[in-house]
């Protein structure tokens, strides 16, 4: 797997969360929404997000709820306090790892 | 991209999610259909299939992430057959020849006391046995003491679960 695919990969968790810390959506809205804000940067395999997702419920970090919306049937996905706190902890870890990895790159590169 | 096509690619996902409940499975396959068709309306031209990831990939991870609950899961267990409780009726069988065989039965817990036995496989020795439940993943000689399975075994254990 390419270095950037294993960054990304090992980020998944922490995008949706912060995706939906603000509010609850579905799950072709958080591909867009990711997509959006990153410029385009962060776009997975649309499939995939949903393993993800479910995963994320399962671990309590996520609930969902079906909602009718004109004619379809959307699942909206809802961060809870448990996923409120890990993108809390996420955030501080990451912030610690890309600091203390660009002072090193600051040294050499 | 016609229904068809859909339909083509979300039965090959449906194919890996035998084990989820129907209701689950339905439930699943609704909100792929609806991405798909969200996609289609918003990105006509799209390869929108494309997009979502191969079906085996896709399914296959999906499977993994709606497992059921733990005490839903199979459970595998060796079990040697050949007990003291036993031992009287295997002897005609073991007169003809026939070796006291171990085997491994694919358990599924009905509630949180009960397991219902879906399949079992008879093997000739442990090792074989083991190597059968743990899907080759544990090898041992046919000599292995009761140590070494429990050791290879924990070992197995922790590398499936490493938290």
Redesign the interface.
């Known amino acids: 797997m390419e270095f950037i695919d294993q960054l990304r990969k090992g980020s998944t968790v922490l995008l949706i969360l912060l995706t939906l810390q603000n509010r609850a959506m579905?799950?072709?809205q958080i591909?867009?929404e990711l997509q959006r804000r990153s410029d385009g940067y962060f776009d997975m395999?649309?499939?995939?997000l949903?393993?993800?997702l479910?995963?994320m419920e399962?671990d309590g970090l996520l609930t969902s709820e079906?909602k009718a919306v004109g004619n379809?049937?959307?699942?909206y996905y809802r961060i809870t306090p448990l996923g409120s706190e890990r993108l809390a902890g996420m955030a501080s870890e990451w912030r610690m790892f890309t600091t203390q990895l660009l002072k090193m790159m600051g040294d050499s590169l | 991209m016609s229904s068809l096509e859909i339909d083509t690619y979300l039965a090959q996902i449906e194919s890996h999610l035998q084990e989820l409940e129907p209701d689950s499975r339905a439930e699943l396959l609704l909100e792929l259909r609806t991405h798909i068709e969200d996609s289609m309306t918003e990105l006509p031209g799209q390869d929108v299939i494309a997009r979502m990831g191969p079906p085996t990939k896709v399914g296959r991870a999906l499977a993994k992430a709606n497992r059921a609950h733990p005490n839903r899961r199979k459970r595998w267990i060796i079990a040697p057959v050949a007990t003291f409780v036993i031992i009287v009726s295997l002897v005609p069988i073991l007169a003809q020849g026939n070796k006291p065989q171990h085997c491994v039965s694919s358990l599924i817990a009905a509630n949180t006391n009960t397991f219902q036995a879906q399949s079992t496989a008879c093997f000739d020795n442990f090792a074989d046995a083991i190597s059968y439940a743990t899907g080759g993943a544990v090898s041992l000689p046919q000599s292995a003491s009761p140590d070494e399975v429990s050791a290879a075994l924990r070992q197995y254990y922790a590398t499936r679960n490493p938290r």
């Open positions: 579905y799950g072709y591909s867009r395999k649309e499939g995939l949903y393993p993800t479910h995963q399962k079906w379809r049937k959307r699942k």
